[in-house]
């Protein structure tokens, strides 16, 4: 390998012994090793967070089971490509007998069209699909595509394992440069990561490389962070301030503070937050915190939600800015929070009641005999498609789960739920 090419290059392993963090697919009984060694490779999906090896567990896998690779970013490439691709592994499998594989990396953001193009090939045996994506599958990938393929969930390096790829990172680093550095502390490179391991022996290098023509050899925590402050907000995505700034966002929108909110937006999004995530943060707010005091807000959170999935960074954080402050100033309900909740705590006490004898379906003859549905009342033949009559279980009759309000959209419901259920309901 040439000496200039980035470390991490220079520290990618070759072999499944020397992969780190992922064991239980790696090591004496992992999946991935029985796979090999019983020479039953399938179709897969490699599911994890950036930096966890898929793409060097789907080279490991051609050089040990001796099959041309061919490799697809699904950023950069479109259907032609595709079938281009095909077309040559279709020459190599009647070649060789051997069918060659197919990696695609973020194989999440192919769209239809595309992922149903690898579908006839991965069916033939043409060639055996390898996708890697960091998004959940039974979401990204189409059902047809993911029937024929078997999912393996990578994990986020331990801090153990990431301490021990420090270890490995910087004797390597020494031993090319001819070097004699330490690390007093690693707390900092650790945080950066966030359990990506490309990105902490890129940082590593970085750090190194700025102090390699000085006398310095011992480098802490302040020497880190001066090199990768211009690089990074201190953010880990896995750790405890994950879950601090989430929080931290959340409480300032429910608060109605979209100061607040753009600025602990702007923390994630420069810390490397997954933008989904976030998304999907708005749309659970949406509804519990401002739910019928704007109803309009669960269409907006969606709206985002759909929006950054088509656009992408670095404009998508344009668009959660504009659902943050929306949902910020908007008015505030937990009405509808507070129901579900309440109802479900006494569906526990009382899941046995039977259904009312009205309300119940009546699709046989049998059950038509036995008073199934005999007493209900179609709502609409009746003026203002409303007429009295219980939906409960008689032993629950008047129970209230749902207490509108005071906003101006909830006041309108109360007063139309007064209009109709008079004094049951207030």
């Known amino acids: 390998m040439n000496e200039n090419s980035p470390l991490a290059e220079k520290l990618r392993p070759k072999k499944l012994d020397d992969v780190l963090g992922q064991e239980h697919l790696t090591d004496t009984h992992?999946?991935?090793?029985?796979?090999?060694?019983?020479?039953?490779?399938?179709?897969?999906?490699?599911?994890?967070?950036?930096?966890?090896?898929?793409?060097?567990?789907?080279?490991?896998?051609?050089?040990?089971?001796?099959?041309?690779?061919?490799?697809?970013?699904?950023v950069s490439s479109g259907v032609k490509d595709v079938r281009e691709v095909i077309e040559e592994a279709k020459k190599q499998h009647l070649f060789s007998g051997k069918s060659p594989i197919l990696f695609i990396d973020?194989?999440?953001?192919?769209?239809?069209?595309?992922?149903?193009?690898?579908?006839?090939?991965?069916?033939?045996?043409?060639?055996?699909?390898?996708?890697?994506?960091?998004?959940?599958p039974s979401f990204e990938v189409v059902s047809a595509l993911l029937s024929r393929t078997q999912v393996f969930v990578l994990k986020s390096l331990s801090f153990e394992k990431l301490e021990e790829l420090i270890s490995i990172a910087l004797n390597r680093f020494n031993q090319d440069a001819n070097t004699n550095f330490v690390f007093s502390e690693n707390q900092s490179l650790i945080q950066y990561s966030g359990g990506?391991?490309?990105?902490?022996?890129?940082?590593?290098?970085?750090?190194?490389?700025?102090?390699?023509?000085?006398?310095?050899?011992?480098?802490?925590?302040?020497?880190?962070?001066?090199?990768?402050?211009?690089?990074?907000?201190?953010?880990?995505?896995?750790?405890?301030?994950?879950?601090?700034?989430?929080?931290?966002?959340?409480?300032?929108?429910?608060?109605?503070?979209?100061?607040?909110?753009?600025?602990?937006?702007?923390?994630?999004?420069?810390?490397?937050?997954?933008?989904?995530?976030?998304?999907?943060?708005?749309?659970?707010?949406?509804?519990?915190?401002?739910?019928?005091?704007?109803?309009?807000?669960?269409?907006?959170?969606?709206?985002?939600?759909?929006?950054?999935?088509?656009?992408?960074?670095?404009?998508?954080?344009?668009?959660?800015?504009?659902?943050a402050v929306y949902l910020a100033v908007s008015p505030k309900s937990n009405s509808t929070y507070k129901a579900i909740n309440e109802a479900m705590a006494l569906v526990k006490k009382t899941g046995h009641l039977p259904v009312p004898l009205h309300l119940r379906n009546a699709p046989t003859k049998l059950m038509k005999d036995l008073d199934y549905g005999r007493e209900y009342l179609y709502a609409h033949d009746y003026d203002n498609h409303f007429v009295e009559q219980e939906f409960l279980?008689?032993?629950?009759?008047?129970?209230?789960?749902?207490?509108?309000?005071?906003?101006?959209?909830?006041?309108?419901?109360?007063?139309?739920?007064?209009?109709?259920?008079?004094?049951?309901?207030?």
């Open 30 to 74: 992992g999946t991935i090793r029985k796979m090999l060694e019983n020479d039953t490779l399938n179709s897969l999906i490699f599911w994890g967070p950036p930096g966890t090896g898929k793409t060097t567990l789907a080279e490991i896998i051609s050089e040990h089971s001796g099959r041309r690779f061919f490799k697809l970013s699904a």
């Open 106 to 136: 973020e194989i999440h953001r192919f769209n239809k069209s595309q992922q149903d193009s690898l579908l006839h090939a991965v069916e033939k045996g043409w060639i055996i699909l390898i996708g890697a994506t960091t998004e959940n």
């Open 196 to 323: 990506d391991a490309r990105k902490l022996i890129n940082a590593i290098e970085w750090v190194l490389n700025q102090f390699k023509n000085s006398t310095k050899t011992t480098i802490d925590n302040q020497d880190i962070l001066s090199v990768l402050q211009e690089n990074m907000a201190i953010y880990d995505k896995n750790g405890e301030q994950h879950y601090d700034i989430i929080s931290a966002f959340i409480k300032s929108i429910r608060g109605s503070d979209p100061n607040a909110a753009v600025y602990w937006l702007a923390r994630m999004l420069a810390g490397g937050e997954d933008i989904k995530f976030i998304a999907r943060r708005l749309l659970i707010l949406a509804s519990e915190d401002i739910g019928l005091a704007n109803p309009n807000a669960l269409v907006i959170a969606n709206n985002c939600f759909q929006a950054i999935n088509v656009i992408g960074m670095p404009e998508a954080r344009i668009i959660l800015s504009e659902c």
């Open 393 to 426: 279980p008689t032993e629950l009759s008047g129970t209230k789960f749902y207490i509108p309000q005071d906003n101006t959209t909830e006041q309108k419901i109360q007063s139309e739920l007064n209009k109709k259920w008079k004094d049951k309901y207030e």
